[in-house]
């Protein structure tokens, strides 16, 4: 996995883990364990996404 340092690298993988989020909830459902997990990962890297974006004042 990319280096989540920078916002490029950031939205790379918030677009990868929300791609696998659709693909995981489309074929095993929405409250399934395994989507919940890439759901939590998500948000995750959106709040570090959204940290970077406001400390850097864009």
């Given at each position: 996995m990319l280096h989540a340092n920078s916002e490029h690298?950031?939205?790379?993988i918030?677009?990868?883990l929300r791609?696998?989020?659709?693909?995981?909830?489309?074929s095993e459902g929405l409250s399934n364990?395994?989507?919940?997990k890439v759901s939590q990962k998500?948000?995750?890297y959106?709040?570090?996404?959204?940290k970077l974006i406001h400390r850097s004042g864009l």
């Amino acid at each position: 996995m990319l280096h989540a340092n920078s916002e490029h690298s950031l939205l790379v993988i918030i677009k990868s883990l929300r791609e696998e989020m659709i693909r995981i909830g489309n074929s095993e459902g929405l409250s399934n364990e395994q989507t919940l997990k890439v759901s939590q990962k998500l948000d995750y890297y959106i709040l570090k996404y959204q940290k970077l974006i406001h400390r850097s004042g864009l």
